[in-house]
C-alpha cells in the first residue's frame, strides 16, 4: 500500500533544505506604528452608555415584575377591594 502524503513528505524534506530569507522589516514596522494615530473612543462610549441605559430599563422592569411572580393574584385582590 503506497503512502498517500509521499508527495507532502517530499515536498517538506526539499522545504527543509532551502535557507530562509534574511529580512529585517523591524525600522519599518516601528516608523508605521508612530504615524498612525490612535483612534477615538467615542463611539465605544456611546454604545456603553445605550447598553448602561437599557440594562437599566430591564432592571427596573424586572424588579417591578418581581413581585407579580412572588404573588400572582395580589393584583387581582388589590382590584377586589378597591371594588367592595
Do not use: Y
Not at 522545504?15 to 534574511?22: L, T
Not at 445605550?50 to 387581582?76: C, E, H, K, M, R
Request: aromatic share 8%.
Amino acid at each position: 500500500m503506497s503512502n498517500p502524503f509521499k508527495c507532502f513528505d517530499e515536498l517538506a524534506a526539499r522545504a527543509r533544505q532551502e535557507a530562509a530569507p534574511s529580512v529585517n522589516a523591524t525600522a519599518g514596522v516601528i516608523s508605521r506604528l508612530q504615524q498612525v494615530e490612535e483612534p477615538s473612543n467615542v463611539p465605544l462610549e456611546v454604545f456603553a452608555a445605550g447598553a448602561l441605559a437599557l440594562a437599566l430599563v430591564a432592571a427596573l422592569t424586572a424588579a417591578q415584575l418581581f413581585g407579580l411572580i412572588n404573588d400572582p393574584l395580589s393584583d387581582l385582590f388589590q382590584a377586589a377591594i378597591i371594588v367592595w
